[in-house]
Nanobody, 116 residues
Framework: QVQLVESGGGLVQPGGSLRLSCSASGRTFSTYYIGWFRQSPGKEREFVAGFRCCGGNTNYADSVKGRFTMSRDGNKRTVYLQMTNLKPDDTAVYYC?????????WGQGTQVTVSS
């Protein structure tokens, strides 16, 4: 079993930055896919960024390319989503996602609100 816990959300002004964290606990695996999704009210959940461990390229949604950067700290079993130049359209609940041996795991989500 794997548990994912997100943190780091909050209220930020347009143009500001936030860093989200996703900490994984439970069993360890040598290969997995991990990423970030987001969901705004009235919209479907959408892909933000993700990569396949280990050594795979990170993929980003077109809407966040050049502004968001995903990274990992293997020792801490944590992945991060550094978000810069935030826009009101980035307002959403952000979810951490993992696919391990074809089984999907989701975190509980963290709210990001971009507003002046």
């Amino acid at each position: 079993q794997v548990q994912l816990v997100e943190s780091g959300g909050g209220l930020v002004q347009p143009g500001g930055s936030l860093r989200l964290s996703c900490s994984a606990s439970g069993r360890t695996f040598s290969t997995y896919y991990i990423g970030w999704f987001r969901q705004s009210p009235g919209k479907e959940r959408e892909f933000v960024a993700g990569f396949r461990c280990c050594g795979g390229n990170t993929n980003y949604a077109d809407s966040v390319k050049g502004r968001f950067t995903m990274s990992r700290d293997g020792n801490k079993r944590t992945v991060y989503l550094q978000m810069t130049n935030l826009k009101p359209d980035d307002t959403a609940v952000y979810y951490c996602y993992a696919n391990i041996l074809s089984r999907e795991y989701w975190g509980q989500g963290t709210q990001v609100t971009v507003s002046s």
